[in-house]
């Protein structure tokens, strides 16, 4: 199926630093949303966006919805070694019975203390 | 709020055997429940869309018939893998859409299946 492009693949960062990662996609999105998942757990919402343009933060963690509807970045903030996980973004086009995430790949981050 | 729970959490099963999984919504009401199937650091691939009460709706190259999905009521669906094989060990995730939630998917913890 469809997949967005997230980017980076992976990340190796100290604890305390930032962490930017974004999604880009061909198509339209009236929804992106941002997950994290664990090792061996299910994926969990961080931040759900619904407008363009919105900028919605969730604690540390801060998200936008692109102009475009084409891309979203998540930022980290001070992170911290419990931020270590797989972040997925997925995009939403619902409308009648056309209701489907669409996931992008997956960016792996390791917080080293 | 929306919590949702998968039951086993893990499984290990013979080869030719069947094996069923529940997904249960637990604090709302679920119009729609998703099953999706994640291979070893990969992402989320969509299997199935079930509504309660219906016949799901299988994604291309999903075999409706090895895959089996009941939505029997708002707070539950199953995924049976029918005459299971070692290519289907995966990790298989449920998710729930509430119609009186915002349009999000509130995932499941996963279930690991080990076809020996």
């Known amino acids: 199926g469809q997949q967005l492009n997230q980017s980076p693949q992976s990340m190796f960062i100290q604890e305390g630093e930032d962490v930017s990662m974004n999604c880009t996609s061909s198509?339209?999105?009236?929804?992106w949303l941002w997950y994290k998942q664990d090792p061996g757990e299910g994926p969990v919402l961080l931040i759900a966006?619904?407008?363009?343009?919105e900028l919605t933060s969730n604690g540390r963690l801060t998200a936008q919805f692109g102009i475009t509807r084409k891309d979203s970045f998540l930022n980290i903030s001070a992170s911290i070694p419990s931020d270590v996980g797989i972040y997925f973004c997925?995009?939403?086009?619902?409308?009648?019975?056309?209701?489907?995430?669409?996931f992008g790949k997956g960016t792996l981050l390791t917080v080293n203390p | 709020g929306a919590v949702v729970s998968q039951h086993p959490s893990r499984v290990i099963c013979k080869s030719g055997t069947s094996v069923k999984i529940e997904c249960r919504s637990l604090?709302?009401?679920?119009?729609?429940m998703f099953w999706y199937r994640q291979f070893p650091k990969q992402s989320l691939m969509l299997m199935a869309t079930?509504?309660?009460?219906?016949?799901?709706?299988?994604e291309q190259g999903v075999e409706k018939d090895k895959f089996l999905i009941n939505h029997a009521s708002l707070t539950l669906s199953t995924l049976t893998v029918t005459s299971a094989h070692p290519e289907d060990s995966s990790f298989y995730i449920c998710?729930?859409?509430?119609?009186?939630?915002?349009?999000?998917?509130?995932f499941g913890p996963g279930t690991r299946l080990t076809v020996l």
């Open positions: 966006l619904y407008k363009a343009g």
């Open positions: 998710s729930a859409r509430g119609s009186i939630l915002t349009d999000t998917q509130y």
């Open positions: 997925a995009g939403l086009n619902s409308g009648g019975s056309n209701y489907k995430l669409t």
């Open positions: 604090d709302f009401q679920a119009t729609t």
């Open positions: 198509s339209i999105f009236n929804t």
């Open positions: 079930s509504n309660e009460g219906s016949k799901a709706t299988y």
